[in-house]
């Protein structure tokens, strides 16, 4: 095994991929059937050598390269000693079996194992390696991002990603954002605007100036941000690993005082393979995987045990309104004209011709509501969470609210505005006020029960939304929300959350990814709409409602705290059983063979106790009908 070849295959064994380790953990266990059983085979050899190698070999191969490679004791070197001390006295079965069980318990972590970790590798593999740094017009060498540095000049081609953060420099470019703002409409740039890294280019090629080099480019930004937050595992699934040195070392010398007491090297042996924390291993993956399927029964797609985990502990939740709380299909009430040159109809086809670029719940609403039959195609610009700017026959429109028309230099008075309970779309054309579209969102009927239920689970909620103040008030009174803020940009609902979170509270934001994705992020945990939601809020939420269906929220809670309940239980029989059995060693009532039986009594009841959380229902909520 001299050369790297050799080694390669080794590790890719160790970390088979797990239809492979589902293959071998199934004859491992009819080996040992036949080895315990005592069923003479044709083979020369005890029957259980063969779940020693399948299952062992990996263990063993683990635990030395994180010894002497990564210098860090995990629960596999106690296997290990075990597994070793078993095999050095001939107790075949007690090794085969103790390996078995612990690569059973891997295979259901891999179960497990966080989607968000192929959500990254599909982010990483997204993002170019190469840009294409000019040579002369239209000229062009490909080099690595790493040797292209601020100042720089590179080309963009229709269709690729922007590779790193600069300014246009040359032609025009149209940028679908989604995958940073979650506001899918592209959005027109021109000379002199900045560009982000891991905007997709809809449009033409052009040339950019690179200000930042690939270390600090946005995209590699996200890229750390997600890969931290995956690296934050949830404690309570390395607790095992956590405390390995100190049970390797308490089991050595357990072994080592049964050897001494007594004289007898089995017991030692019998002890080792006793305290293997094989329960331990097989305590939390178990019940994740159970939690898990127990809500994509129900609509809820939770995402790893690291999400479950983060959903448990959460003391508040904040709402976003539009698409969110309101059911996400607005419709258009009346338009108010404001200017007698212009008709309803005409204002709102005005606003049509720029929201039909937009995903936005109140773009479609406006476009479902106007004709826009043979409209030319026309250039625009999204501001997420404000409005839209464009241009149509060289002349400026803005759709949008208020604050936003203000900002671009157009006068109006409030008293302009009607009175209106709703959300109010304002439009300008050549930067004077010339009418309003006033739309009405319905809170989904379900809402109040939802924050009632959540109020009884001492989970206060919080509505943060981009709309005026007295739409806001109103959705917050009919939903029953005490604490409610508006005219947030997208940016400040993630400030809000994280003034929350300094404050110790742990927040959930539950929304649609649009102009809110950055909230979602930023929260403790993130509930995304599986409906209307956007790709990234999917993508990266911890849990996703199906369909929409925000009733389901209270059940998430109450079944991740219960999933954490049963882990906790479990980690418990998992002890309670394991030192039972260590007593019982030493004093030599079991042997290698029964020690291992009774170890496996351990994980049996684990995966039992754990099993009921399927069949986990909701006792709360059943008999309560909307208000
Ligand atoms: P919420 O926080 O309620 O989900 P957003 O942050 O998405 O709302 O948007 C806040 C406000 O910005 C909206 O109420 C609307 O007035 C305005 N707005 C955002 N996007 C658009 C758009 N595409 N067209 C018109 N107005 C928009
Ligand atoms: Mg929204």
Known sequence: MGDTGDWKVVKNWIKMESRETLICVAVSAAALILSIAHIRTVLPFDPAWIAVVLCGVPILAGAGEGLFVRHDIKADVLVSIALVAALVTGQYFAAGEVALIMQIGSLLEDFTADRARKGLEKLIGMTPGLAHLQKGKGEWDDLPLDQIHPGDRIYILPGEMVPLDGEILEGSAVLDQSMMTGESLPVDKSVGDSVFSGCISRSRSFLMEVRKGNEDSSMQRLIRLTREAEEKKAPVVTLADRWASWLVLFALLCALAAWALTGVFLRAVTVLVVFCPCAFILA????????????????????????????????????????????????????????????????????????????????????????????????????????????????????????????????????????????????????????????????????????????????????????????????????????????????????????????????????????????????????????????????????????????????????????????????????????????????????????????????????????????????KGKNQGPV
């Open 284 to 619: 939390t993956p178990t019940a994740v995987l159970a939690g898990i399927a127990n809500g994509a029964g129900k609509g809820i797609l939770i995402r790893s045990g690291a999400s479950l985990q983060k959903l448990s502990g959460i003391r508040c939740v904040a709402f976003d309104k539009t698409g969110t709380l309101t059911g996400g299909e607005p419709e258009v009430g009346r338009v108010v004209c404001l200017d007698p040159s212009f008709s309803e109809e005409k204002i709102l086809h005005l606003a049509a011709r720029l929201e039909r670029y937009s995903d936005h719940p109140l773009a479609r609403a406006i476009v479902k509501a106007a004709d826009l039959s043979g409209v030319d195609e026309c250039s625009v610009q999204v501001f997420p969470g404000e409005g839209i700017a464009g241009q149509t026959d060289g002349r400026e429109l803005l759709v949008g609210k208020a604050a936003f028309l203000e900002n671009r230099g157009v006068h109006f008075s409030s008293n302009d505005l009607p009175e209106e309970r709703g959300t109010v779309v304002c439009v300008a054309f050549d930067r004077k006020l010339i009418g309003v579209i006033c739309l009405c969102d319905r809170i989904r009927p379900e809402a109040s029960t939802v924050i009632r239920e959540l109020k009884e689970m001492e989970i206060p909620a919080l509505l943060l939304s981009g709309d005026n103040a007295g739409t806001v008030r109103t959705i917050a009174d009919e939903a029953g929300i005490d604490s409610w803020k508006a005219g947030l940009m997208p940016e400040d609902k993630n400030r809000v959350i994280q003034e929350r979170q300094e404050a110790g509270v742990k927040v959930c934001m539950v929304g649609d990814g649009i102009n809110d994705a950055l909230a979602l992020a930023g929260a403790d945990a993130g509930i995304a709409m599986g409906g209307i939601g956007s790709d990234v809020a999917v993508e990266t939420a911890d849990a996703v409602l199906v369909e929409d269906d925000i009733s389901k929220i209270p059940y998430l809670f109450r079944l991740t705290r219960k999933v954490m309940s049963k882990i906790k239980m479990n980690l418990t029989a998992a002890m309670v059983i394991n030192i039972t059995a260590v007593v019982l060693s030493i004093a030599g009532i079991l042997n290698p063979v029964t020690g291992a039986l009774w170890h496996n009594c351990g994980s049996v009841f684990v995966i039992v106790n754990a099993a009921t959380l399927l069949a986990y229902r909701d006792q």
